[in-house]
């Protein structure tokens, strides 16, 4: 989120960072505390709260979001000051009357960044997004809000915060096309116009297919497709066939598509084989009933994409990326049109045979899909060490997940009965009373993990056997990304360390 500090005067900014802290309140977002402790410090994932920072001998308060303690996992950083003046002024032959503008020509960018941080797909994902919403709603031309996010999670996160706010807010204006193209109402090129709406326009959006061919002459459509297609020497390439799925998805005619990527002398003038099959891998022809079945390839919209998923979609795009195309014409159609421009049999043969290997592909996967998500659904197994803190006695752990803790456990029953140099150097720490120090030590610096207080609450309260068998969990492996998923799970439920390691 971005903001122009210069336009906002610090009692608006003050009474906004007011709200944020009625939606800080309603969801258990979370943060690092620095706990001093008998001569070490230890770093402790918590409930985000108001705090406050000095500054010339007067208290200024902020906030700061890393994550949440339902699933108890972090992303990247999110803080907001209650002082305007934390953000420094633009300098004045910079500002623009619209913070959207300001987007159009980054060579005389004139914000200041409030957030530029990555959720990495956790859950808190949205409920940042509702307060970030919130900020752009309260100055709409001095504040714009984007990033990786969608219309649906944007829907869900303004619900939410209306149902907690007195004054109610809109989504935020780069996944609203409607009220985005009215701000640009500003911009009299029509070209430029068009130009500035998909770059501004975040995700996939059926309002924004809808008001190109409603707002825009077929001139100025043409023309920016023609630009935008040129960047391509094939329209086999993946950016192209995205961009073919854009015009697509307008509704527009077919026809102009054809000329425009095949004809026009502005156009790439691509290989006709080549578009036509770019076409034909748009599933613009299969019949809607089989490109709905397909919709369990598809993550659900309001949730936030992890960087699994955004790999997921990538390779899901090359060989299905007609999952984009909302558009349906008849095959019949289709090369009724085709055959007015270009050899007749040939591209016949091209369409039934492309159509052919596509319907078979599609039955495959469409199979494969339904499989897959009829046995995750009947079986209550948990998979994934991402998981496994949830893991409760209604669950089952998987055969992989499982022989990894008999394989802990074994160790540690070996390195406890053996008496060995390991365990004494862990019964000098316990004389010393030092044994909680040195597990704390492991866990944050030799691992890496940050606990919620509510873990460290169980641990701390545990006999020394059950503190020693966590020091020789952690000092028997080698750290990697794996085991800190595995122990963080342990340690951050005790019902699971006590039916699995104790």
């Not at 623009?96 to 960018?109: C, P, Q, R, T, Y």
């Not at 915060?161 to 935020?172: F, K, Q, T, W, Y």
């Not at 394989?407 to 004494?424: C, F, G, P, R």
Request: charged residues 30%.
């Amino acid at each position: 989120m971005d903001i122009v500090p210069n336009e906002i005067n610090q009692e608006d900014w003050q009474e906004v960072f007011e709200e944020t802290l009625l939606l800080i309140q309603a969801y258990p977002f979370a943060t690092y505390y620095v706990d001093n402790l008998d001569g070490f410090k230890r770093l402790v994932l918590d409930r985000t709260e108001e705090q406050y920072v000095d500054k010339y001998g007067l208290k200024e308060k902020y906030w700061n979001i890393i994550g949440d303690l339902e699933s108890k996992e972090t992303g990247e950083s999110f803080t907001l000051f209650s002082s305007i003046a934390k953000y420094s002024e633009v300098k004045e032959e910079r500002l623009k009357e619209d913070i959207l503008l300001g987007f159009l020509n980054k060579d005389d960018w004139g914000a200041r960044e409030v957030f530029y941080s990555k959720t990495q797909g956790k859950n808190y994902h949205n409920f940042i997004l509702a307060i970030a919403a919130l900020i752009e709603n309260r100055f709409p031309m001095f504040a714009c809000c984007y990033g990786n996010i969608s219309i649906e999670q944007a829907q869900k996160a303004v619900d939410w915060a209306n149902s907690l706010l007195d004054r109610p807010i809109d989504l935020p204006v780069r996944v609203n096309p409607s009220k985005l193209l009215k701000r640009l109402e500003v911009i009299e090129i029509e070209e430029k116009r068009l130009e500035a709406l998909y770059e501004l326009s975040i995700g996939v959006n059926a309002e924004l297919d809808g008001l190109i061919a409603e707002q825009f002459t077929i001139n100025t459509v043409r023309n920016y497709f023609s630009r935008e297609l040129q960047r391509f020497k094939s329209a086999a390439q993946l950016g192209a066939r995205l961009i073919i799925i854009r015009y697509l998805n307008t509704g527009l005619p077919l026809e102009i598509l054809v000329d425009i990527c095949c004809f026009d002398n502005k156009g790439p003038r691509f290989k006709s084989i080549d578009f036509i099959k770019a076409i034909c891998s748009s599933w613009v022809f299969i019949d809607p009933e089989i490109r709905e079945d397909m919709g369990i390839a598809k993550r659900w919209a309001d949730l936030p994409d992890s960087i699994e998923s955004q790999f997921g979609s990538i390779f899901l795009d090359l060989g299905f990326i007609g999952r984009h195309t909302s558009r349906y014409i008849e095959k019949n159609d289709l090369l009724s049109i085709f055959k007015g421009k270009f050899y007749k049999e040939k591209t016949e043969q091209i369409v039934n045979k492309e159509y052919q290997k596509l319907i078979e592909r599609l039955k495959i996967k469409r199979q494969e899909l339904k499989e897959e998500y009829t046995a995750n659904r009947e079986k209550n197994v948990i998979d994934t060490l991402d998981l496994l803190v949830f893991w409760d006695n209604t669950y089952m752990i998987s055969e992989s997940i499982m022989n990894v803790i008999a394989t802990i456990k074994e160790a540690v029953e070996e390195d406890m009965a053996n008496k060995s140099n390991l365990i004494q150097m862990i019964g000098n720490a316990e004389e010393q009373g030092q044994l909680i120090k040195v597990l704390s030590q492991l866990i944050q610096e030799h691992h890496n993990l940050v606990l919620t207080r509510e873990a460290w609450d169980w641990i701390e309260n545990e006999a020394n056997d059950v503190i020693k068998r966590m020091v020789i969990m952690l000092l028997t492996f080698e750290s990697d990304v794996n085991l800190r998923k595995l122990y963080k799970a342990l340690f951050e439920n005790k019902d699971l360390f006590y039916t699995y390691l104790k």
